[in-house]
C-alpha cells in the first residue's frame, strides 16, 4: 500500500505496483507503508477519506506472471511455502486457490477488502494513470516492465491452465471485464 497526500494505492502483486510504487507516487508524495505492508488491502482508519485506486491485470497474464516468478526461486525457498518447481502452470494455479497469503489471491478477492473509487487496467495503464484526480499535465508514463508479453507463453496456455485460471480467478474476469477463454 502507498498512502500519498491525497490518495491511496492499493498493490495487487503482479500489476505494475512496484514500477508505479518507485517511479511514479512518489512524484505526487506517496510513500509505501513498507515491506510488511505492502500488499496489504485494508485501507487504514485515518486514510479512508481519501481516493483509493489499485491496478489488475488479465487473470491469465497475471498468473502466469506469477509462474514464471517463482521459477526463479530456489527449490529449497520454494519448499518452505509448499511449491513445486516441477509443477504445471495449471498444477500451480490450483494451488494458489487453495492459499491464504496475499500474493496467490485472486484479484476480486483482494480488492473487496476496502472501498476503492478507481480500478485502473494493467492493459491501458497510461490512459488510467492520466485520469487519476491527483495527476497533473506534467504526465509521465513509469517504465513498466512485462516479463510475461517477453515471454512465448502459448505453450503455457494449456486448456488445463485456462480451466484452472478460470476457476480461480471466475469474480475476476466478472468484476474487471476480462473474457474467459
Known amino acids: ?47 479512508a477519506h481519501k481516493f483509493t485506486f ?13 509462474w514464471y516468478l517463482i521459477q526463479k526461486f530456489t527449490r529449497e525457498d520454494l519448499g518452505k511455502d509448499g511449491i513445486s518447481k516441477d509443477w504445471t502452470p495449471a498444477q500451480f494455479v490450483d494451488w494458489c486457490a487453495t492459499q491464504s497469503r496475499m500474493n496467490w489471491r485472486p484479484q476480486a478477492k483482494l480488492l473487496s477488502v476496502s472501498r476503492v473509487d478507481r480500478v485502473l487496467r494493467f492493459e491501458r495503464l497510461e490512459e488510467g494513470l492520466r485520469s487519476l484526480p491527483f495527476v497533473g ?31 480461480h480467478s471466475v469474480k475476476a474476469f466478472i468484476r474487471f471485464g476480462y473474457t474467459m477463454l
Open 54 to 66: 489499485a491496478v489488475v491485470r488479465n487473470p491469465y497474464d497475471r498468473l502466469l506472471s506469477l
Open 1 to 47: 500500500m502507498v498512502i500519498g497526500p491525497d490518495f491511496v494505492f492499493l498493490a495487487v502483486p503482479r500489476t505494475a505496483s512496484q514500477a508505479l510504487t518507485y517511479h511514479f507516487l512518489p512524484k505526487y508524495g506517496g510513500e509505501s507503508l513498507g515491506t510488511d505492508d505492502y500488499h496489504r488491502m485494508d485501507v487504514p482508519p485515518e486514510h
Open 137 to 167: 499535465d506534467e504526465f509521465e508514463m513509469p517504465a513498466v516492465q512485462n516479463s510475461t508479453a517477453r515471454r512465448n507463453i502459448i505453450e503455457d496456455l494449456t486448456r488445463e491452465f485456462v480451466e484452472a485460471v478460470n476457476r
